[in-house]
């Protein structure tokens, strides 16, 4: 693999991961707990869907096949898709979705913080301009955590019930392929061992402070995502999606 096909790729999984998880976020719209909530899902989700734009626009440039970012976020099946699977997991209860978002917020916040220092220009502006925001989604998604995990027996039970169900996708977020080592190589993506060792730390600590038990280190985990393997989740998602690309492609407005 090269060094510009691994960017290729790295930077689509960066976008999809994003575009997914905003989308998912977006399902909640009128269905949130209470309205302050679903007014910080909402800013949340947006912020996701803003970075994965600047993603898939750097993306097109080098793909240079004529797609732009809005065809590639848009007009690609579910196997060409390079998200996370935990992005893709379905909202459930609200321990469900802020779990999913904190396990998340980890990785990304470690992610982008080391990407501001990345030899590529372009991903290190980018990156300082998400981590801004990102950073904000992390504090907010694990005072959560821990409100819930501290709180009554029934949020404690039902964040526990969140951890548990949620944690055979963590290990695809610290895991690293050939993707990932050439990007680190390069100086381009982050040490992916110091990735690895900051997520634990930071996700053991919060944990700890919300009463919570991790799962083990060594359980079995699901994989794929990041080479297009999905869960059914995925199809579902994008069929409501890419709907009106699909229905009517290349339409403009008047």
């Known amino acids: 693999m090269t060094q510009t096909e691994a960017l290729k790729e790295y930077l689509l999984r960066l976008a999809d991961s994003d575009m997914i998880l905003g989308q998912r976020l977006c399902e909640l719209c ?29 993306a097109a440039e080098l793909i240079d096949d004529g797609r732009d970012a809005d065809k590639l976020a848009f007009r690609r099946d579910a196997h060409e898709y390079r998200n996370l699977l935990m992005t893709e997991q379905p909202n459930e209860d609200y321990a469900v979705t802020m779990g999913r978002q904190f396990f998340f917020d980890v990785y990304h ?55 548990d ?14 993707t990932d080592r050439v990007m680190a190589e390069a100086g381009i993506g982050p040490d992916t061992d110091q990735l690895a060792k900051d997520w634990r730390g930071m996700v053991n600590e919060v944990l700890t402070q919300a009463t919570l038990t991790p799962g083990a280190e060594d359980a079995w985990m699901y994989m794929g995502g990041k080479h297009g393997e999905h869960t059914e989740h995925l199809g579902f998602i994008l069929a409501e999606m890419q709907f009106l690309q699909r229905a009517y492609p290349d339409a403009t407005t008047w």
């Open 30 to 58: 009128g269905k949130a707990p209470a309205l302050e909530e679903e007014m910080a899902l909402m800013n949340v989700a947006l912020d996701l869907v803003g970075q994965a734009r600047n993603w898939y626009e750097y």
């Open 109 to 163: 916040y470690f992610t982008l913080k080391s990407l501001t220092e990345s030899s590529d220009e372009r991903i290190a502006g980018i990156a300082a301009k998400a981590l801004k925001e990102v950073t904000y989604h992390l504090r907010r998604s694990s005072e959560w955590v821990k409100r819930f995990g501290d709180g009554t027996e029934e949020s404690h039970r039902r964040m526990q019930d969140a951890v």
């Open 165 to 178: 169900i949620l944690w055979r996708f963590t290990g695809e977020l610290i895991t690293p392929d050939d």
